[in-house]
């Protein structure tokens, strides 16, 4: 049973028919939210930033975009020797491991923001003032900013405003931005397709505001407490960047040039988080065109630990050492997905391993 399944948008497989795959041929990176399902990704993160990528030619330019654990992933890849820290992010995101204080059934939003914090500083900070500055990759995190009653609201306030979100996105992904608005923080250049499905603001991304603005991508609403008033940013409270692009459905059909490689842990672009229960929504549409996507084998994930990917259901349904022994087993078992990656590249790309989307 192979691991990998490749799935490419028309444009895309018409590309891998005629040229095959070369690093120069990738263009934009997109990186989903999905918490401790990116983990399963970690072998090939390792591989396509550690080993792959960087033999594209010096000029080459790719874009690296991320929401939630989507933005740790693609800064991991801005620091120095990505292959290491990838597998370091790996070991430090399944340590975490947040206290339950006295009366409460689960860790506080504080006290995961609090940790979440100093566990951004310890890992990005030694490296922080040369990432932005990468000759080739640029970074693009998104967050979620409210808008109306979640500008700035209270706890009773955020309910309420949530509420609204869910009923307005259940009528149509259009009002969604009566209650957030994407706002795309930039290294150093703009994205290569302009963003009109949604209220956007572009924001430059500095090393002041870095640390805020990966901790607002990745605060999932009651979990985490969202980031206020960012550097640079209209003022507002951020929260998580999956909100508004789940798996980042974008109108990459607008490039030009060059090609869309998107390790996923599921074949399906779903637009927004709110959108995981309408099916007609995760469909794939011309914007996908040329889009390649690495994504497991569903059948393959199966004989992971618990039948399924890691989860963020595991941090209350498992303990601290069930979680840790079965996240690091799947971690471990994912290097299947990059053995097959780089037998596929090897053989030419063959594209009768290329499933439609």
């Not at 609090?114 to 900070?125: H, I, K, R």
């Not at 914007?287 to 199966?302: A, F, G, S, Y």
Request: charged content about 20%.
């Amino acid at each position: 049973m192979q691991a990998l399944r490749i799935h490419a948008g028309p444009r895309a497989l018409a590309h891998l028919r005629e040229h095959g795959l070369g690093p120069a041929d990738i263009r934009l990176i997109p990186a989903a939210a999905g918490g401790p399902k990116g983990l399963i990704l970690n072998h090939l993160d390792q591989d396509i930033f550690g080993r792959w990528l960087p033999l594209a030619p010096a000029s080459h330019q790719v874009h690296l975009v991320g929401a939630s654990i989507g933005a740790w992933r693609m800064a991991t890849a801005m620091m120095p020797d990505p292959a290491a820290q990838f597998e370091r992010l790996a070991r430090e995101y399944i340590a975490q491991n947040y206290p339950v204080e006295p009366g409460h059934s689960r860790p506080t939003a504080q006290a995961v923001s609090d940790g979440f914090a100093q566990s951004m500083q310890d890992f990005f900070g030694a490296s922080l003032p040369g990432m932005l500055q990468h000759p080739n990759w640029h970074l693009h995190v998104i967050t979620s900013r409210g808008r109306g009653i979640l500008r700035a609201p209270g706890r009773w306030g955020s309910m309420a405003g949530f509420a609204g979100l869910a009923l307005s996105n259940a009528i149509s992904r259009d009002q969604v931005g009566r209650w957030l608005q994407r706002t795309v923080f930039s290294s150093d250049q703009a994205l290569p397709l302009t963003l009109t499905d949604q209220p956007t603001t572009q924001v430059v991304l500095t090393p002041d505001n870095f640390m805020k603005v990966v901790q607002a991508s990745c605060s999932i609403p009651f979990w985490l407490d969202p980031v206020r008033d960012i550097a640079g940013s209209p003022p507002g409270t951020h929260w998580d960047g999956g909100l508004v692009d789940y798996h980042f459905h974008w109108p990459y059909d607008q490039m030009s040039q060059g090609l869309v490689l998107y390790p996923h842990f599921q074949r399906q672009v779903i637009p927004g988080w709110l959108d995981k229960a309408f099916k007609r929504r995760h469909r794939p549409t011309p914007w996908l065109d040329n889009l390649i996507v690495l994504t497991p084998n569903p059948e393959w994930m199966r004989t992971l630990p618990n039948g399924k990917l890691p989860d963020r259901k595991d941090f209350t349904a498992r303990t601290f050492e069930q979680r840790q022994q079965e996240w690091t087993r799947a971690v471990a078992e994912s290097e299947r997905l990059s053995v097959e990656w780089q037998t596929w590249l090897e053989a030419g790309c063959p594209t009768d391993r290329v499933q439609p989307l």
